[in-house]
């Protein structure tokens, strides 16, 4: 039972960049008004964790709810909602003591809400797209298929407040992944009370976490998160509220940061060379890989090899970089660098399945392989529109992408912008050509990449890519070398196959004034986590 396909976001081992030194006096916290003023580049789609995809909707949503677990300051899982918890039956059995903890409307946290979440996830109707994450427990995947019913589900409420969770096999990043919203609680009385509506706007929401959201529409670009009175460790929590403000363009959010009315904005292109070196600066780097994506069912063209490794060999991914100057590398496969180390040699994942062709830019090798996958197809020109979101960055790659596959003779790009919550509807949907797919990954494991591709892939027709996969998660789950070799050698598959089109792998540069303290960032997942942030100035 691997992890199988992620949009969004992200929880392990890469330590936390520290933006600011904690160590506060609560006499100066008590002078200085505890409010953040935030930005985000998309806005949020929506705040059902069972539904969440994008970055932005996780963002709210750690900031709201809460898990068993919460990732600290060095990215390590800690006891949250839960106040202990029990491994048994050799990693496979989990059991859980639950705080005296309510939801934002008063009621109380119990077990219940947990089955009844992981159970809404899995079920078919719910259309989780994330549903994949729980196939770690017992009867997880079958369920989700439609083989079992969601009550022979491996979690059961023991008591009020005690709850057990069972495994398939021992898994040994699980603490991390009960730290990821998608485990997270839910309240089924509030669900069944605002139906369909539940997390569509601010009003069909209920926190379990250190923030309420509020003034969210649905649509609009602004919101903010109120401090949650009912959270059981709100002595800890520093701000009153988190002002957030939605700017797809970057000179926007730039501008409000220099007029004071942001305290953060991320930055791209020219500002990225204007600020570096001041100490407000924060160059992050992040596991994430931008991909090109390719919809076979659309366009037949993309089932043939030679197309594909055509469009692959055409894109000059190191001018793209450059192009888009935020501190974004070119790509040098499907995973990452922070993944993971050879556990014999130390050698990164990115470097030992490096596929050099399958990332290179030579455009006379990629005519070659066009005219040979023309006249395999007996066609003579492509007419393809590549769908981007309408980001500032977004719109340099997608016309980057136009102008560089435009070269190949017969090919013609017409690229169309929309809404990055239209986007991701339209990609969830598989409604589109052509698109640009950001995977970010929530462990600092290989595996959190590959699955993406395992068994419903486009490309994934031998079999042996899921073989591999298997093996290295089910047969040698606890043996690192011999499932480092599987992991290594599927990758190596996927990109001699071409079953992507890996371009770049993301930077998040950033201004930060200086009196917003103990900010830290996450590489590996869902950025910020404001609980612990605080005011001094």
């Known amino acids: 039972m691997t992890l199988k396909k992620i949009t969004a976001a992200g929880l392990l081992t890469a330590s936390a960049l520290v933006l600011a030194a904690c160590g506060q006096q609560k006499n100066s916290q008590s002078q200085t008004k505890q409010v953040l003023n935030w930005t985000e580049s998309a806005q949020i789609s929506t705040q059902d964790p069972s539904l969440t995809t994008d970055s932005t909707s996780f963002q709210a949503?750690?900031?709201?709810?809460?898990?068993?677990?919460?990732?600290?300051?060095?990215?390590?899982?800690?006891?949250?909602?839960?106040?202990?918890?029990?491994?048994?039956?050799?990693?496979?059995?989990?059991?859980?003591?639950?705080r005296d903890a309510k939801w934002s409307n008063g009621q109380a946290i119990t077990a219940n809400d947990f089955v009844y979440s992981y159970r809404r996830s899995l079920n078919p109707k719910t259309k989780s797209s994330m549903a994949f994450y729980l196939y770690q427990i017992v009867n997880a995947e079958a369920i989700n298929a439609g083989k079992k019913p969601v009550s022979s589900l491996g979690v059961k409420a023991l008591s009020k407040n005690k709850l057990q969770i069972k495994l398939v096999r021992?898994?040994?990043?699980?603490?991390?992944?009960?730290?990821?919203?998608?485990?997270?609680?839910?309240?089924?009385?509030?669900?069944?009370?605002?139906?369909?509506?539940?997390?569509?706007?601010?009003?069909?929401?209920?926190?379990?976490?250190?923030?309420?959201?509020?003034?969210?529409?649905?649509?609009?670009?602004?919101?903010?998160?109120?401090?949650?009175?009912?959270?059981?460790?709100?002595?800890?929590?520093k701000l009153d509220k988190v002002n957030e403000t939605i700017s797809e363009t970057s000179s926007t959010?730039?501008?409000?940061?220099?007029?004071?009315?942001?305290?953060?904005?991320?930055?791209?292109?020219?500002?990225?060379?204007?600020?570096?070196?001041?100490?407000?600066?924060y160059d992050q780097p992040a596991s994430a890989i931008q991909r090109l994506e390719l919809n076979r069912k659309k366009v037949k063209a993309f089932?043939?090899?030679?197309?594909?490794?055509?469009?692959?060999?055409a894109i000059d991914r190191e001018s793209l970089a450059k192009v888009l100057s935020d501190g974004s590398v070119a790509a040098k496969g499907f995973v990452p660098s922070g993944m993971g180390n050879n556990p014999t040699t130390g050698e990164a994942f990115y470097k030992e399945a490096y596929v050099k062709e399958a990332v290179s830019y030579n455009l006379k090798e990629a005519k070659k392989y066009l005219a040979k996958g023309y006249k395999e197809l007996g066609i003579k020109s492509l007419n393809l529109n590549l769908t981007v979101s309408d980001t500032d960055s977004a719109k340099q790659v997608g016309e980057f992408l136009q102008s560089k596959l435009g070269e190949l003779p017969g090919v013609k790009i017409t690229v169309t912008t929309l809404p990055y919550t239209t986007l991701i509807s339209r990609q969830s949907a598989g409604n589109y050509q052509l698109t640009i797919k950001n995977w970010q990954a929530i462990l600092g494991d290989p595996i959190n990449f590959l699955d993406v591709f395992e068994k419903d892939s486009s490309y994934n027709t031998s079999g042996k890519y899921d073989q591999l996969l298997n093996e290295a998660e089910n047969v040698y789950g606890n043996k690192p070398v011999q499932r480092w070799k599987r992991l290594v050698a599927a990758e190596k598959l996927l990109m001699n196959e071409q079953g992507t089109i890996p371009l770049i792998q993301t930077a998040k540069p950033q201004l930060v004034q200086s009196y917003v303290k103990n900010v830290s960032y996450n590489p590996l997942g869902i950025p910020y986590d404001f609980k612990l942030v605080y005011i001094k100035k």
Request: hydrophobic share 35%.
């Open 303 to 313: 089932n043939n090899f030679n197309i594909r490794r055509a469009l692959s060999l």
């Open 170 to 237: 021992p898994v040994s990043y699980f603490k991390l992944l009960l730290a990821f919203p998608l485990f997270f609680p839910e309240n089924q009385q509030f669900i069944e009370k605002v139906g369909s509506k539940y997390g569509t706007a601010a009003k069909y929401t209920i926190s379990s976490g250190p923030f309420k959201l509020t003034k969210w529409t649905g649509s609009n670009k602004q919101f903010t998160l109120v401090k949650n009175q009912n959270y059981w460790d709100k002595k800890n929590v």
């Open 253 to 281: 959010a730039y501008n409000l940061y220099q007029a004071g009315k942001l305290d953060e904005t991320y930055l791209t292109g020219e500002q990225v060379k204007a600020n570096k070196g001041k100490s407000t600066f």
């Open 61 to 98: 949503l750690l900031n709201t709810q809460e898990g068993l677990y919460r990732l600290d300051k060095k990215q390590k899982p800690q006891l949250a909602l839960a106040k202990s918890a029990k491994v048994t039956d050799g990693g496979k059995t989990y059991t859980f003591v639950l």
